[in-house]
């Protein structure tokens, strides 16, 4: 299951590296960073109910927790880039 988790993790990274950097370039650091920064709180807040989530879902805590997973390295992978930018 971890190797599976790190899998998710990574096909995120892949996915949204790119599209994040033309973003960036489009809009700023200052406010490409204050958006990771939100995102980043908001998912940190969403792991906080997996088990709710996954009650309501029917779905196992580890799919959910995967999911969040997704989201939350699609959010991360956007910020190293973003911090040398400015």
């Given at each position: 299951m971890f190797g599976f988790g790190t899998g998710v993790f990574f096909i995120a990274y892949f996915f949204f590296e790119v599209p994040s950097n033309l973003l960036l370039e489009r809009f700023g650091a200052r406010r490409w960073i204050a958006r990771i920064m939100f995102t980043w709180g908001v998912l940190a807040a969403l792991m906080a109910y997996i088990p709710h989530?996954?009650?309501?879902?029917?779905?196992?805590?580890?799919y959910v927790s995967m999911a969040c997973a997704f989201c939350s390295a699609s959010q991360k992978q956007a910020f190293s880039p973003a911090s040398s930018f400015c």
């Open positions: 989530i996954a009650q309501a879902t029917g779905l196992s805590n580890a």
